[in-house]
């Protein structure tokens, strides 16, 4: 009698996506989002010497007094870089925030009315995606210069026709599907399907954009602010930091690489945290 051996079965591995490590993941990415975000936000109070003072001469080696050294002027660069990314976030913000509410007005409207008006209105704004964005900037920041509002203007017009498609699609997708048809059918406005049917189910996807237009939204803003268009004067920017520095970099390394190393860190961060988040709707829609 021959005996035939079986091996045992094997054991189905645990899915990594459930382990505690991969759970923890955005979390940890979120913190250091923040970290760097009120760094640069609440830097300006950390400022061991005023950012637009002379005190020294020009590119100076890191000692005691100026821990990473004097830049072009003189002046101490780590409270410019302390104070120099606030302007930056603050503007990248508020141009995210107004083309999120353009977009997602304009999307949102698209999607409710007629498929012709719809089409038109997506047609306009597809006109305004075609210039390029830098050149929108590059045009408000010179026509207004030293402003403020013209930068984050720029900022959200560049921006706001991508939204506007995205947030049109997921609206549209919420329209069409059969529970909104059957709220309909029983008598809603369109103002309640509006208020309890489409904003909460495109809340989702409209967070994500918003997310991803804040990563272009700081590039733009960097780089006016390394053109040198936007406000000016000796307020630190670190765009502006690592144009004005670029001439003394084999003198000094530090007056142009700590702004562009904390620029790339906040973009890194900001595009890292808008991946997670565009993953977990992902698989909340699926």
Known sequence: MTTVLTPPPRRARPSRAGTPARRRRPLVTGAFTLLVLLLALLGPLAAPHSPTAQLA???QQPDGQFLLGTDVLGRDVASRVLGGGRTIVLTALAGTAAAGA???AAGVLAAMVSRRLGDLLVRCVDALAVVPALLVVLVLAAGFPG???ALVTAVALA???FSTRVLRAAA?????SGYVEAALARGDTRRAVLRHDVLPNIAGPALTDTALRLVAA????ATAGFLGLGPGGAAPDW???VSENVPGATLAAAPFLAPALLLILISVCVGLLAGRLADTVGRGAA
């Open 57 to 59: 001469a020009p590119f």
């Open 102 to 104: 353009v977009g997602l």
């Open 147 to 149: 402003s403020h509002a």
């Open 159 to 161: 921006t706001a026709p």
């Open 172 to 176: 549209d997708t919420v329209l069409d």
């Open 218 to 221: 700081l590039h733009l803003t």
């Open 239 to 241: 765009g502006r930091m």
